[in-house]
């Protein structure tokens, strides 16, 4: 019940930080959505530090795995919105800038993973 309450409250904290960000970046920004990329690439980032941290160095607690993981980073990251993103701007003819989003979405998202963990693992 305790891991159902840790997903819970991280999901909730999540996903208003991305909601804020998303909120802040993509109004300021105009049609590029890029809160949604900086959220994507950030939180690869920190899945890669906290996967290095929990489950190679053990310095982190494992009771903290599905609070920060699945609930906080699976909130704050989001597949979903990305490719509903990716296809409205194919939808609206801005086909250039849809195939720079999901290319950026997807090198910085994979590079920002790498990064978080051979960084971590130096520590």
């Known amino acids: 019940?305790?891991?159902?309450?840790?997903?819970?409250?991280?999901?909730a904290l999540g996903a208003l930080g991305?909601?804020?960000?998303?909120g802040l970046l993509n109004?300021?920004?105009?049609?590029?959505?890029?809160?949604?990329?900086l959220c994507n690439v950030a939180g690869s980032l920190l899945m890669g530090v906290l996967f290095v941290l929990v489950l190679e160095k053990a310095?982190?607690?494992?009771?903290?795995?599905?609070?920060?993981?699945?609930?906080?980073?699976?909130?704050f990251t989001?597949?979903?919105?990305f490719a509903l993103e990716s296809v409205v701007m194919?939808?609206?003819?801005?086909?250039?800038?849809?195939l720079i989003y999901v290319s950026l979405s997807v090198i910085l998202?994979?590079?920002a993973l790498y990064v978080g963990m051979s960084l971590t693992r130096l520590l």
Do not use: D, K
Request: with cysteine; net charge positive; glycine share 12%.
């Open 1 to 11: 019940m305790l891991h159902l309450i840790a997903i819970a409250t991280g999901g």
């Open 18 to 22: 991305r909601y804020w960000i998303s």
């Open 27 to 37: 109004n300021a920004q105009g049609r590029f959505p890029l809160g949604t990329l």
């Open 59 to 75: 310095r982190l607690s494992p009771e903290l795995r599905p609070l920060l993981m699945v609930g906080f980073l699976g909130a």
């Open 78 to 81: 989001t597949f979903s919105t």
């Open 90 to 98: 194919l939808q609206e003819g801005h086909v250039m800038s849809a």
């Open 109 to 111: 998202c994979l590079a």
